[in-house]
């Protein structure tokens, strides 16, 4: 593990909410586990979330939504992010999300969904595994 | 859950309690105590009604009144609103507490394409004074007041608030709004901000000024400390910086020249219940305190009744947990009662299904009625302050006044809260005790039942509401009625005479009043905001 690069990850803000305490935990467990970690700050839209991840060249994009607004927001994101040629990408979503809406999410392509109240652990451990190394 | 800090030894036995703010817990206490804390009656608490009002503002405490209770209410169209609205003040409800989507938040239309896939979804869609006009059909403005929770744009709120007052016939003199308007704590949690520091302040400075001859029944702002804790405040914290951003409010407004005694009056609190209950307790008795000591050597404040910290001290989100959701009622209960306890002038829960998605009616009509069981049948109108004199919440009291007051100073070292928002100081610091607590809750240092304790049971589902896709079209289709019926050229000139308000640094009020009139939008509103004053730069997380 030790001369593996670093994971980078990207935790976004899409739209227009601003509960960020959820979203800045996270950062700052990765970051605490050993990856880097670039927090876009609030209210982002997703062209610039993918902007960011295409400039940084991140392994992951973790998505923080609390409004509802989860399923059209990944589903948008899905789509940008095949035309701009990073649909490979590694997409997580935390936030307020039903239970009933994860296979959906997953349906649109999100790797990996972790509602409020999930262990950290549990999403680093996602992650670890989750990004693959050549 | 277990804010607190609890030192046991093998056996699991409690050697030490250490309270969030830093407030060590004895096994017992006595006359001793309020001995070595040098407890003076007359001067630390006081009667209720007598400064320092430590025990309450009213010597009567809830004999002459209960609290207003007011839950958070607001989802898709303006008419679905007015509906909800109906249910709760037709069940006993006794103010309103309007929840705006964040399009609306946001200063954005709701054909905006940033509005996509957010209209009518964590509160109602407000896009012109007709929206106003159908949430507010019906009900007494002049008997009943409405907090309005909303900040950025909170200035175009209440300007629609008095046009919508007006257009059913009540007198701007005689209704009674409560925007939130506090934008430093925004900029600190919640983050529903869109202008820089320094104008984002001048526009609340304008809704006082404003309000003082206008709408002298208006709260213009309420000092928001809920949403400093949720984002990983101390409760000594959520009090030091709340006191400090009043301050700054109450520092534009006196640079226009207005004696403080015009105004401090009718500034109001936003408080957290969340937390160690004494804790909390001990929290509210020395905030009260201290506010009030504030006004009067600080600013030097000579009416009595503009010393008082009134408050909304509820909500508790921070607690409620998706696992075993039913606790979460339970949960709400003893909030309540750490509210009443307290002496709140104003409550709401939040309900059991908010860690899921916004309250169904059922959920949001279980909150109040946990409110009125205490009002009504628990006896909690009984007797003013009734933890007086406990030789354990006298000496907390006392502790958190100085925890606070430490809070404070660090601070004003720092160059002031208006300099420690801007930098971002302060959203680093809570940011990383948020993250401490949640490793806490981790390691199991920290207890929740139903999360790292008493997990047991099987899951269940909760009946939760449903965004309806058909709303936000509705509201859409209503916008652009709207606009093609009103008068485009109006419009045009009311816009133009806020933007020349807004250069010239003019109090925007009247003119925002003129605009809701004129119905002009939400969004051209504050695109004429946008355009003069730009937009704040969100400082780095790490």
């Known amino acids: ?134 | 859950m277990t804010v607190a800090r609890y030192i046991k030894d093998e056996k699991d036995k409690i050697l030490d309690v250490v309270l969030e703010s830093g407030i060590h817990v004895k096994t017992m206490y006595t006359p001793d105590d309020l001995q070595r804390i040098g407890f003076d009656y007359g001067k630390d608490v006081a009667d209720a009604g007598q400064y320092p009002y430590t025990r309450g503002i009213h010597a009567q405490g809830y004999r002459s009144r209960a609290w207003t209770t007011r839950q958070y209410t607001g989802f898709g169209t303006p008419a679905e609103t007015n509906e909800r609205f109906k249910l709760m003040i037709a069940h006993g409800q006794t103010g309103l507490n309007v929840a705006f989507d964040l399009p609306t938040q946001m200063g954005y239309d709701s054909d905006d394409p940033m509005a996509e896939g957010e209209v009518g979804r964590v509160g109602m869609a407000i896009d012109t004074l007709r929206d106003f006009e159908i949430a507010f059909k019906d009900i007494r403005l002049d008997k009943i007041g409405a907090g309005l929770t909303i900040n950025a744009v909170a200035s175009i709120m209440l300007a629609m608030y008095q046009a919508v007052g007006e257009k059913y016939g009540y007198d701007a003199k005689v209704i009674s709004a409560t925007p939130q308007n506090d934008i430093l704590k925004e900029m600190i949690g919640r983050g529903a901000w869109i202008f820089p520091v320094e104008p984002a302040v001048k526009l609340i400075g304008d809704t006082i000024e404003y309000s003082m001859t206008t709408m002298p029944k208006t709260n213009p702002v309420s000092i928001c400390g809920y949403h400093i804790r949720e984002s990983g405040a101390t409760p000594a914290q959520e009090i030091a910086y709340a006191l400090l951003i009043a301050n700054a409010y109450i520092d534009n407004v006196l640079a226009r020249g207005y004696d403080v005694d015009e105004f401090v009056g009718r500034f109001s609190f936003n408080l957290n219940v969340f937390g160690n209950m004494w804790e909390q307790v001990a929290k509210f008795r020395a905030a009260r305190k201290l506010w009030a000591r504030n006004l009067k050597e600080r600013y030097n404040v000579k009416k009595a009744q503009n010393l008082f910290l009134r408050g909304l001290f509820g909500g508790g989100g921070l607690g409620l947990t998706k696992a075993q959701p039913e606790n979460n009622i339970m949960r709400g209960a003893y909030y309540a009662l750490v509210a009443a306890l307290s002496g709140a002038q104003t409550t709401a829960l939040c309900s059991f299904d908010e860690a899921f998605t916004i309250p169904t009616p059922h959920s949001a009509l279980l909150s109040l009625r946990t409110l009125q069981l205490l009002m009504d049948e628990m006896g909690l109108r009984d007797t003013v302050d009734p933890l007086a004199g406990s030789y354990f919440i006298e000496t907390i009291t006392k502790e958190m006044e100085q925890k606070i007051e430490e809070e404070m100073a660090k601070i004003e070292q720092y160059g002031g809260i208006v300099k420690a928002v801007s930098d971002g100081y302060i959203q680093r610091l809570v940011a990383r005790q948020a993250f401490e607590m949640e490793k806490g809750l981790e390691s199991g240092e920290l207890q929740k039942v139903g999360v790292n304790i008493h997990k047991e049971g099987e899951p269940m589902e909760v009946e939760l509401h449903e965004y309806n896709y058909a709303s936000a079209e509705k509201q859409i289709a209503s916008l652009q009625q709207v606009r093609k019926e009103r008068s485009a050229q109006q419009v045009a000139q009311t816009l133009k005479e806020l933007e020349t308000a807004a250069r010239e640094g003019k109090n925007v009020m009247p003119y925002l009043v003129a605009c809701c009139k004129a119905y002009a939008t939400v969004g051209e509103m504050a695109g004429v905001f946008r355009q003069t004053f730009g937009e704040f730069q969100e400082p780095s997380l790490f």
């Open chain 1, 1 to 134: 593990m030790g001369e593996q690069k670093r994971i980078k990850a990207l935790i976004a803000k899409p739209g227009l909410d601003g509960h960020d305490r959820g979203a800045k935990v996270v950062a700052h467990a990765l970051k605490e586990a050993g990856m880097e970690v670039i927090y876009s700050g609030l209210h982002k839209t997703i062209d610039q979330i993918i902007n960011i991840a295409i400039q940084e060249d991140v392994d992951v994009i973790g998505l923080s939504i609390m409004s509802g607004a989860h399923i059209p927001i990944a589903q948008k994101l899905a789509e940008k992010m095949k035309e701009k040629g990073i649909g490979d990408k590694l997409v997580f979503v935390g936030g307020v999300i039903p239970g009933r809406d994860i296979p959906k999410l997953k349906e649109i392509g999100v790797a990996g969904v972790f509602p409020g109240g999930t262990p950290l652990a549990e999403t680093i451990a996602f992650m670890k595994s989750a990004v693959k190394r050549d």
